[in-house]
């Protein structure tokens, strides 16, 4: 089933190590003015959110069924056995649909770059691939942030509401949202207030497409035939009708 | 330069003219030199501006009435609609040829514009699109060559053209049909943030009908728009036809969306005191007013009246494609969008760029059949073809 990432908020503590991680591990530039910043950007590609009395962050959350990989018309984002969601910025044309269809807001764009790429969270794949964890659960001291087997990774969080029901909200955010997704939520609130979406479907959002476009042989195909039967039609009645009308038809005939 | 795009000749309008070229070409300066985030007010939340929604949604929308005219000569053969095919078809070049520019300059990286040739993704709707369109701009250059072939006389490409034109024109229709729900269908995949005043599943078929009257619309426009700068011939009794035809596919693009609203349970949504609201309400206000007048015999009748309506509808289309693609996005994506002065001056810079060209093909190139020597020709030719 692959990896993914178990994000508990109430383990969190606020302390950004794993924003640090990242930031080194992506080589980008780490310091307080970055760390005050709550929204992932071109240059900051996890973000802990405070909420009130709480803590969020905000990650890919690599659905089992991207939006992304499906709306990418060059095909620049894959789905991984492995787990993460990734992107190949050599095909990327820029055109932002990723963007505007990813239901949880995760790829961002180098606005002010003249060769501009789409950015976001790989799940440190390269670093999975030789079997360590993401730099991110590596950095978390308090255990927030855990990498490993996503069914193991579930049974864990089923196991923590269940050892403190008082502590957690009883979901587990990610097991059916827009389809399933590797990276999991686990709160003390209802998860809207750790500003992630709840209004999606339980359905993974590219099948909404899929149902459309999965049809365009079947009504180019029609659309062939009865526009080609039409002209058929309308062009054989004049041709008939000048025929008819033909005065030297006798002897062509 | 001038004497080949024959600039109107009020001193007024061309120097409005080149202050917006200038307008444009700066904006082109500050976009390649400052990127999307220099030129645009574009952002992480909201990435989908000016450019998309109205050069590429509203553009190759306006360009429907090339296939809908087609399909109505060839395929249905109703030949008295001949005279205004042409001008459908360029109408059409056009807006697909502009809006293949437009999305050049929009893409972060525009030398990358040949990318989905080669490189698939066939559960992507805008792969679709994309190779709907490439193939559909082809099919119009074919559609339209006669016109060129006959201005400079080759008569061998002619009689090859002719041959084929039966299945380009069924191909075009096709490729239309699909590109301009798949358009609609572009937005499917954001259930959760398009404003349920635009968001239904029928996206893809609502789209398709109002493509279709705004290319009808800009037929309208454009005969009239030829006709007072140009001093080209009017057919009217053509236009009253077309607009007959309008009338009706905009009364049932109205009624399929309101029984989709109601069916869709969201028609109490028209009653909240919203921005969206507001924008919906004038949407279907431009679409339904037109349709209102254009059921009687007394307004199709009158040249000047059909403008105005033609004008409407256009506006209601484009009043449509931006509320789906920005406005019906705003409160879920949380900002405002407003363009910023090069997404503006580069999308006025294309429509004007539009007008010219225009102008200068109504001049130089046979798009307004009048005498009808060739449908006499092929009067001859057709029943030796079938």
């Known amino acids: 089933m692959g990896l993914g990432i178990l994000y508990d908020s109430t383990l969190c503590v606020g302390c950004r190590e794993c924003e640090k991680a990242c930031a080194a591990r992506w080589k980008l530039p780490y310091n307080d003015k970055i760390g005050a910043e709550e929204q992932i950007s071109a240059h900051k590609l996890t973000a802990v959110q405070s909420r009130g009395d709480h803590f969020s962050r905000r990650l890919c959350m690599h659905c089992d069924e991207p939006t992304c990989v499906s709306v990418c018309l060059v095909g620049a984002f894959q789905k991984t056995a492995l787990g993460p969601v990734i992107y190949n910025q050599d095909k990327c044309i820029g055109c932002r649909y990723c963007m505007l269809a990813c239901p949880f807001k995760v790829p961002v764009y180098e606005w002010s770059s003249r060769l501009p790429r789409v950015r976001k969270c790989d799940m440190c794949f390269d670093r999975l691939r030789a079997g360590k964890p993401t730099a991110c659960a590596e950095a978390c001291p308090t255990g927030a942030t855990a990498c490993g087997e996503r069914n193991q990774l579930i049974a864990e969080a089923k196991k923590r509401i269940a050892e403190k029901p008082d502590q957690y909200f009883p979901r587990i955010y990610g097991v059916e949202e827009a389809g399933g997704t590797s990276t999991l939520f686990l709160s003390a609130v209802p998860f809207e207030q750790l500003g992630l979406p709840v209004n999606l479907p339980n359905a993974a959002l590219p099948k909404l497409t899929w149902q459309v476009l999965s049809r365009t042989p079947d009504v180019a195909s029609l659309a062939g035939v009865l526009l080609g039967g039409i002209y058929w039609i309308t062009h054989r009645r004049e041709a008939v009708a000048a025929a008819e009308s033909d005065p030297l038809r006798e002897r062509k005939q | 330069m001038r004497k080949l795009l024959e600039l109107p000749q009020t001193k007024f309008w061309r120097i409005v003219f080149f202050l917006i070229l200038l307008g444009g070409a700066a904006g082109l300066y500050v976009r390649f030199m400052y990127g999307l985030g220099g030129a645009t007010n574009l952002s992480d939340a909201f990435p989908w ?318 798009l307004f059949i009048e005498g009808e020597p060739q449908l006499e020709a092929e009067k001859e030719l057709e029943p030796v073809s079938v």
């Open chain 2, 49 to 366: 501006g000016l450019w998309k929604g109205f050069n590429v949604l509203a553009g190759i929308g306006l360009g429907a009435g090339g296939f809908t005219v087609a399909a109505t000569v060839h395929v249905f053969n109703l030949k008295r609609y001949r005279p205004i095919l042409r001008i459908a078809l360029m109408t059409a070049f056009l807006g697909y040829s502009l809006m293949a520019v437009a999305l050049t300059i929009d893409i972060g990286r525009p030398y990358r514009i040949w990318h989905p040739i080669f490189m698939w993704n066939e559960h992507s709707v805008l792969f679709e699109v994309a190779w709907c369109v490439m193939l559909y701009l082809t099919v119009l250059s074919l559609e339209l060559a006669p016109a060129v072939c006959e201005r400079f006389g080759w008569q061998k490409i002619l009689t090859w053209i002719r041959a084929i034109s039966a299945p380009v024109v069924i191909v075009g229709v096709i490729l239309s049909t699909l590109h301009q729900s798949s358009l609609g269908s572009l937005f499917l995949i954001v259930p959760e943030k398009l404003y349920p005043l635009w968001y239904t599943p029928l996206l893809p078929v609502l789209f398709f009908i109002s493509a279709v009257c705004a290319g009808l619309a800009m037929v309208i426009f454009a005969s009239w728009q030829s006709h007072r700068a140009l001093g080209k011939q009017l057919a009217v009794p053509l236009l009253d036809g077309l607009a007959r035809v309008l009338a009706v596919i905009l009364l049932f693009y109205l009624s399929v969306r309101f029984v989709d609203l109601s069916r869709r349970d969201v028609l109490g949504v028209v009653l909240l005191n919203r921005r969206e609201t507001w924008l919906f309400l004038l949407e279907i206000a431009l679409l339904g007013i037109p349709m209102l007048l254009l059921f009687q015999s007394r307004i199709r009748g009158s040249a000047h009246a059909l403008y105005i309506c033609s004008l409407m509808v256009l506006f209601g289309f484009v009043a449509n494609r931006l509320n789906v693609a920005i406005t019906g996005l705003e409160s879920s994506l949380g900002t405002h969008y407003l363009p910023k002065w090069p997404e503006l001056m580069i999308t006025l810079s294309l429509v004007s760029v539009g007008f010219a060209v225009f102008r200068a093909a109504a001049l130089h190139l046979p």
